[in-house]
């Protein structure tokens, strides 16, 4: 059970049996876990490396272990797996964004050698008049980020017979919405029939891009959610949609199912005061934190001046320092 920390099943039995008897010698710990000597001292070393276990003061001959207090051991290794996620969720962001700069980089004329081209629809009905086709040709599944927050009751309305249709003939259905959906009942009414349906959704802090994945085959990116005269880039070469599906299933181990919203408990964070605060250390201004969180800027503002005085900063980088010291940030802190 404590394999998520770090501690493999081996080591674990080795850790509680320690726990129970600590005052027993390592020759009896070994003969009460059944283990061989290599498992047995194999175990003792990865204690010792996580701090768990060091050796005991003045035992003289008899080799023995002094368990670590586990309410602060443990905690130590809680601290550490945060680290570790909060690096990982770092570099993600990063490569979710390296990818959304690739694509709205690309001319309309570049193509992967041996691959279809990345044909950009120039123009909002260009773009109406794909989709239209893409759900007509659906089979199997189809993926998607729902930027924007709150969605309009026109699009809500237009968009139901569609997905009624998709999700009655079989087509599987997983959608991304912003959490800040929470505060608009329309809107959560909307998602609740799909799920009803058969549909999953689940809510992330935030995205940075309008993004629809069809039959492992198919991509629509949007180049910007706040102008869609942009139109879209439509990616059908076999290593671009597959980097775009491992993007969308990492955000949607992240995301959370769909449910209440969410509520912390004291001096902690929801997870879109931490998805700000984290893109306030890496520079963003309220209006790209409100375009990723889909909220309004105003609505961004006042939560970054909330951070701002549950942290007792003074400053946005000021901010993001205390962030770091208090773990809400990985160990190097803002970026300049």
Known sequence: MLDPLGLD??????????????????AEHRARTGLTHNQFDAALAELLHL??????????????????????????????????????????????????????????????????????????????????RLHEEVEEEILTFATGGAQTAENMHASRPLNQELLERGVRMRTVYLDSIHNHPPTVAHVNWLA????????????????????????????????????????SGPGLIAALEALFENVWADAEPLGPSEKPADHSLTRQQHETLRLLARGYTDEAIAKRLGVSPRTARRIATGLLGHLDARSRFQAGVHAAQLGYLPADGPRP
């Open 9 to 26: 099943a081996t080591a674990e039995i080795v850790y509680r049996a320690l726990l129970a008897q600590p005052y027993a010698s390592l």
């Open 196 to 235: 009803s349906l058969g549909a999953g959704i689940r809510t992330a802090p935030s995205l940075s891009t309008r993004m629809i994945i069809t039959d492992h085959r198919l991509a629509l990116v949007a180049l910007d959610d706040q102008d869609s005269s942009l139109g879209a880039l439509v990616v």
């Open 51 to 132: 701090s768990l276990v060091r050796p005991a003061a003045g035992t003289g001959g008899e080799q023995r272990l002094h368990v670590v207090d586990p309410r602060l051991g443990l905690e130590m290794l809680l601290t550490r797996r945060r680290a570790l996620l909060a690096a990982e969720q770092q570099r993600l962001a990063d490569g979710e964004a390296a990818v959304a700069e690739l694509l709205c980089g690309l001319p309309a004329s570049h193509s992967a050698t041996g691959e279809p081209p990345v044909v950009h629809l120039d123009g909002v009905d260009h773009v109406r008049d794909y989709l239209a």
